[in-house]
């Protein structure tokens, strides 16, 4: 399974590309604003961070694109700036239209704000790269996610599609290895989900106990 940060912070990006070697980065209009930069800054610069490796940079067309015209002109000028670059189109109606057309010139695309089975295999049939089932958004409403990507990967089995679910919107632990069990591809989260995910109280009681016994034994 891979680990992408969803994030479009360069500083926190470079720390996780180090420390946890990141497979990948995530970004939404929301990640761009806290960025404090203006959009094409700050994606140019997340694409300096992964120039000449092949981990991928979803990002986003601005969201008030509904239509199909308006669409992909834009994400091919963002395709254009960065080979590492995925097309991030939210699950509407022209979404489907603009992912084939991407597909046929090799742009590649993420369908992003998927909350249904239904919504997910559409963006299969269309031929998304990456599809992105928001669970964080769902257990926040009280609806099911096991379930739901449960049939998203059955789904994908069932008829050999070739697109990679990100389970995106994941708040914990608990919901990065929900995903592992499901079989999801990938997981997108914050830098304190997988700070937070490896840390247990035993493990830190364990080296101040085994810290003790070292202090007290002679080296040679
Ligand atoms: C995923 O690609 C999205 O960027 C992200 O997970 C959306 O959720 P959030 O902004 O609520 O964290």
């Not at 926190?12 to 959009?39: C, M, W």
């Not at 739901?148 to 708040?171: E, G, H, P």
Request: proline share 4%; aromatic share 10%; with cysteine.
């Amino acid at each position: 399974m891979q680990f992408f940060l969803d994030s479009a912070l360069t500083s926190e990006i470079a720390y996780a590309l180090d420390a946890y070697n990141i497979d990948g980065i995530t970004t939404n209009p929301r990640h761009v604003q806290a960025s404090g930069k203006p959009f094409l800054t700050t994606i140019r610069e997340i694409a300096r961070l992964v120039e000449g490796t092949d981990k991928t940079v979803s990002v986003e067309v601005n969201p008030h694109f509904t239509t199909h015209e308006e669409m992909l002109p834009e994400a091919e000028k963002l395709a254009a700036i960065s080979p590492n670059f995925v097309i991030k189109l939210q699950c509407i109606e022209p979404a489907f239209k603009t992912i084939e057309a991407l597909a046929r010139k090799n742009i590649r695309a993420n369908c992003t704000l998927v909350f249904s089975a239904m919504q997910a295999l559409q963006a299969m049939r269309a031929g998304a790269y990456y599809i992105s089932p928001f669970i964080g958004w769902k257990e926040a409403n009280g609806e099911d996610t096991r379930g739901f990507l449960a049939d998203i990967m059955t789904i994908r089995d069932n008829y050999d599609f070739s697109s990679k679910i990100i389970v995106a919107a994941v708040r914990n632990a608990h919901q990065v290895v929900d995903s592992a069990l499901a079989g999801a591809d990938i997981v997108t989260a914050a830098l304190s989900v997988y700070q937070e995910g490896i840390q247990h109280p035993y493990t830190r009681e364990g080296i101040a106990r085994f810290s003790q016994f070292w202090d007290a034994t002679p080296y040679e």
